[in-house]
């Protein structure tokens, strides 16, 4: 394993056989309080596709077989770090603006908190919003695949990598923020 980490750190790509013989990123897991509610805002607001799973669970996708457990928790639905958030996609800028146009419309309807300004942040335009769970939301510009294209890239990337608002992505180069 030192070999690989020296490897890495040179920028060299290298393939390590792993511990564990996996084949499937399936799904992530979130809380909610009331599953009937969450529903209701996965399948109305966010139009994701949803199937109860149990009285204390359901499970949830949109555009791809990776799914999300949403799981009731009375006891207290922790807030969500805003790192951990989850990625909406869409094709372009107009549509996050679309979006975040919506999503400030509706807030109070669907219980939704902290809406950022859309902007240009990690190598897509994008914006944040907590909602009444306390799970945060992500809607951003990505092409179809969302980041697979980071893989088909190739290798790992230097220096800020995806943080560069000026880095080439998915064959685009986006234009750095414009100043007044």
Wanted: zero cysteines; proline letters at 4%; aromatic letters at 8%.
């Amino acid at each position: 394993m030192a070999k690989a980490a020296t490897a890495r750190a040179l920028g060299e790509t290298v393939k390590v056989e792993p511990a564990l013989k996996l084949k499937f990123l399936s799904h992530g897991t979130l809380e909610s309080a009331d599953l009937d509610r969450s529903r209701q805002f996965y399948e109305e607001f966010l139009g994701i596709e949803v199937v109860r799973t149990s009285p204390v669970s359901l499970m949830m996708r949109l555009g791809g077989d990776n799914t999300i457990a949403v799981v009731r928790n009375l006891k207290k639905v922790h807030e969500m770090p805003m790192l951990n958030h989850n990625g909406l996609d869409v094709d372009t800028q107009e549509e996050v603006d679309t979006a975040f146009a919506i999503v400030t419309e509706q807030a109070e309807k669907w219980g939704i908190t902290d809406i950022s300004t859309p902007g240009l942040q990690h190598g897509t335009y994008s914006f944040f919003f907590k909602d009444m769970d306390k799970n945060w939301w992500e809607i951003l510009t990505n092409p179809k695949g969302g980041y697979a294209w980071m893989f088909e890239k190739g290798g790992d990337f230097q220096g800020k990598g995806h943080q560069d608002k000026t880095m080439e992505r998915h064959g685009v180069t986006t234009p750095p923020p414009k100043t007044s």
